[in-house]
Protein backbone atom coordinates (compact mmCIF):
# COMPACT_ATOMS: atom_id res chain seq x y z
CA UNK A 1 0.00 0.00 0.00
CA UNK A 2 2.94 2.28 0.93
CA UNK A 3 4.65 1.72 -2.41
CA UNK A 4 1.25 2.91 -4.26
CA UNK A 5 0.69 5.60 -2.47
CA UNK A 6 4.65 6.55 -2.92
CA UNK A 7 3.97 6.24 -6.50
CA UNK A 8 1.22 8.14 -7.23
CA UNK A 9 1.85 10.81 -4.67
CA UNK A 10 5.64 11.42 -7.00
CA UNK A 11 3.32 11.09 -9.76
CA UNK A 12 0.60 13.99 -8.93
CA UNK A 13 3.81 15.88 -7.94
CA UNK A 14 5.25 15.80 -11.23
CA UNK A 15 1.86 16.81 -12.56
CA UNK A 16 1.38 19.72 -10.48
CA UNK A 17 4.45 21.17 -11.22
CA UNK A 18 4.50 20.66 -14.85
CA UNK A 19 1.21 22.23 -14.73
CA UNK A 20 1.79 25.30 -12.89
CA UNK A 21 5.46 25.63 -15.22
CA UNK A 22 2.35 25.26 -17.88
CA UNK A 23 -0.05 28.25 -16.55
CA UNK A 24 3.48 30.43 -16.20
CA UNK A 25 4.13 30.10 -19.70
CA UNK A 26 1.12 30.14 -21.00
CA UNK A 27 0.26 33.53 -18.78
CA UNK A 28 2.91 35.16 -19.48
CA UNK A 29 3.10 34.30 -23.01
CA UNK A 30 -1.16 35.74 -23.37
CA UNK A 31 0.08 38.78 -21.53
CA UNK A 32 2.75 39.53 -23.64
CA UNK A 33 0.47 39.19 -26.27
CA UNK A 34 -2.39 41.27 -25.45
CA UNK A 35 0.02 43.99 -24.54
CA UNK A 36 1.42 43.82 -27.79
CA UNK A 37 -1.76 43.85 -29.45
CA UNK A 38 -2.42 46.94 -27.46
CA UNK A 39 0.54 48.83 -28.23
CA UNK A 40 -0.62 48.26 -32.15
CA UNK A 41 -3.98 49.18 -31.61
CA UNK A 42 -3.99 52.08 -28.66
CA UNK A 43 -3.88 54.99 -30.54
CA UNK A 44 -6.89 53.91 -32.61
CA UNK A 45 -9.23 53.22 -29.33
CA UNK A 46 -11.41 55.77 -27.43
CA UNK A 47 -10.26 57.06 -23.67
CA UNK A 48 -13.14 55.07 -21.76
CA UNK A 49 -11.91 51.58 -23.55
CA UNK A 50 -7.81 52.46 -23.19
CA UNK A 51 -8.76 53.14 -19.50
CA UNK A 52 -11.10 49.65 -19.43
CA UNK A 53 -8.69 47.67 -20.99
CA UNK A 54 -5.62 48.77 -18.45
CA UNK A 55 -7.75 48.75 -15.61
CA UNK A 56 -8.95 45.05 -16.31
CA UNK A 57 -5.57 43.82 -17.94
CA UNK A 58 -3.35 45.28 -15.08
CA UNK A 59 -5.52 44.01 -12.51
CA UNK A 60 -5.14 40.73 -14.16
CA UNK A 61 -1.43 41.25 -14.61
CA UNK A 62 -1.17 42.23 -11.10
CA UNK A 63 -3.37 39.30 -9.24
CA UNK A 64 -1.43 36.76 -11.90
CA UNK A 65 2.42 38.43 -10.29
CA UNK A 66 1.12 38.15 -6.63
CA UNK A 67 -0.02 34.80 -7.30
CA UNK A 68 3.23 33.71 -8.78
CA UNK A 69 5.29 35.16 -6.17
CA UNK A 70 3.41 33.91 -3.03
CA UNK A 71 3.53 30.18 -5.08
CA UNK A 72 7.14 30.89 -4.71
CA UNK A 73 7.80 32.06 -1.02
CA UNK A 74 5.69 29.29 -0.02
CA UNK A 75 8.07 26.78 -1.58
CA UNK A 76 10.83 28.77 -0.78
CA UNK A 77 9.68 28.70 2.71
CA UNK A 78 9.50 24.90 3.14
CA UNK A 79 12.40 24.44 1.98
CA UNK A 80 14.12 26.51 4.05
CA UNK A 81 12.86 25.20 7.04
CA UNK A 82 13.36 21.41 5.91
CA UNK A 83 17.02 22.33 5.21
CA UNK A 84 17.41 24.12 8.45
CA UNK A 85 15.71 20.84 10.48
CA UNK A 86 18.28 18.91 8.67
CA UNK A 87 21.14 21.47 9.36
CA UNK A 88 20.65 20.86 13.47
CA UNK A 89 23.61 19.29 15.05
CA UNK A 90 21.41 16.58 16.26
CA UNK A 91 19.09 16.27 14.05
CA UNK A 92 16.68 12.94 13.34
CA UNK A 93 15.72 12.68 9.37
CA UNK A 94 12.70 10.88 10.15
CA UNK A 95 11.65 13.07 12.40
CA UNK A 96 12.31 16.18 9.94
CA UNK A 97 10.67 14.73 7.56
CA UNK A 98 7.71 13.81 9.01
CA UNK A 99 7.30 17.82 10.41
CA UNK A 100 8.26 18.49 6.94
CA UNK A 101 5.01 16.36 5.99
CA UNK A 102 2.80 17.69 8.46
CA UNK A 103 3.47 21.46 7.30
CA UNK A 104 2.89 20.56 4.11
CA UNK A 105 -0.56 18.79 4.65
CA UNK A 106 -1.57 22.62 6.07
CA UNK A 107 -0.20 24.32 3.51
CA UNK A 108 -1.43 22.46 0.72
CA UNK A 109 -4.99 22.84 2.62
CA UNK A 110 -4.54 26.19 2.93
CA UNK A 111 -3.57 26.78 -1.03
CA UNK A 112 -6.79 23.75 -1.93
CA UNK A 113 -8.86 26.75 -0.32
CA UNK A 114 -7.68 30.11 -2.52
CA UNK A 115 -6.22 28.69 -5.73
CA UNK A 116 -9.99 29.03 -7.19
CA UNK A 117 -10.87 32.08 -6.02
CA UNK A 118 -7.11 33.71 -7.34
CA UNK A 119 -7.72 31.65 -10.26
CA UNK A 120 -11.08 33.85 -11.00
CA UNK A 121 -9.93 36.79 -9.93
CA UNK A 122 -6.86 36.67 -12.23
CA UNK A 123 -8.38 34.80 -15.20
CA UNK A 124 -11.92 36.84 -15.17
CA UNK A 125 -10.67 40.31 -15.66
CA UNK A 126 -7.80 39.32 -18.32
CA UNK A 127 -10.33 37.32 -20.51
CA UNK A 128 -12.43 40.01 -20.40
CA UNK A 129 -10.03 42.88 -20.65
CA UNK A 130 -8.52 41.04 -23.61
CA UNK A 131 -11.88 40.11 -24.88
CA UNK A 132 -12.47 44.10 -25.16
CA UNK A 133 -9.26 44.42 -26.91
CA UNK A 134 -10.03 42.03 -29.59
CA UNK A 135 -13.82 43.85 -30.16
CA UNK A 136 -12.15 47.41 -30.29
CA UNK A 137 -9.72 46.32 -32.75
CA UNK A 138 -12.51 44.55 -34.75
CA UNK A 139 -14.67 46.91 -34.75
CA UNK A 140 -11.76 49.71 -35.78
CA UNK A 141 -10.86 47.71 -38.41
CA UNK A 142 -14.74 46.65 -39.95
CA UNK A 143 -15.66 50.47 -39.13
CA UNK A 144 -12.65 52.80 -39.55
CA UNK A 145 -13.38 54.61 -36.58
Known amino acids: M???????NDMLAGTFEKAGTFLALVGGAGYA???AIWGWVS???QRWETLT?????????????VWQLYGQFVLAKQQMNFNYMLTVESA??????????QENKKVLIRL?????????GIAIPG???????????????????
Not at 127 to 145: D, E, F, M, P, S
Open 2 to 8: DERRKVL
Open 33 to 35: GLF
Open 43 to 45: PYL
Open 53 to 65: VAALLGASLLGFI
Open 92 to 101: DFDEAFGTFQ
Open 112 to 120: RRIWRPALF
Open 127 to 145: VAGGALLVAACIRHLICGT
